[in-house]
């Protein structure tokens, strides 16, 4: 499998965020293979060890999960808000997995919003229509 940036990994295993990931990976409490990790790492996650505080982390499922909601008024999509607000990260908190909201809608709307842990998925799978350019 292709190498891929640890804090990736842990986006990928739905265990936190990739700027949580490098704050921990900052502060030493990531090992591959035994080792310390450092930002700028890549690994194998088919053939290394990660270890996050001493326990060796691994992804939940295999496959992707895919989730539509109608966001209603008052949210704000985002999955953490310095402010305070409601996000709409309240609205999938009890999946058991870290879904991430793919476009926006502001506070104020409501609509159709698309949740994935799939970081690659291509905008045509959503069968949504890139504007020529």
């Known amino acids: 499998m292709e190498k891929i940036k640890i804090q990736k990994y842990f986006t990928d295993c739905g265990i936190m965020s990739r700027r949580a990931a ?13 080792l310390t990790a450092v930002l ?33 008024m008052g949210y704000v999509t985002t999955m ?18 870290r879904v991430y909201p793919v476009g926006r809608l502001d506070m104020y709307s409501e609509g159709l919003l698309i949740f994935t842990d799939d970081g690659e998925i291509p905008v045509q799978t959503l069968g949504i229509r890139q504007a020529d350019k």
């Not at 996650?45 to 209603?72: E, R």
């Not at 305070?84 to 997995?97: F, M, Q, Y």
């Open 22 to 34: 490098e704050k921990e990976i900052d502060a030493g409490n990531v090992t591959v293979n035994g």
């Open 40 to 72: 700028g790492d890549r690994i194998d996650p088919d053939s290394d060890t990660v270890a996050w505080n001493g326990s060796i982390i691994k992804p939940v499922s295999v496959g992707h999960t895919y989730i539509v909601l109608n966001k209603p």
């Open 80 to 97: 953490s808000d310095e402010s305070g607000r409601k996000t709409v990260a309240e609205l999938v908190s009890d999946l058991g997995k």
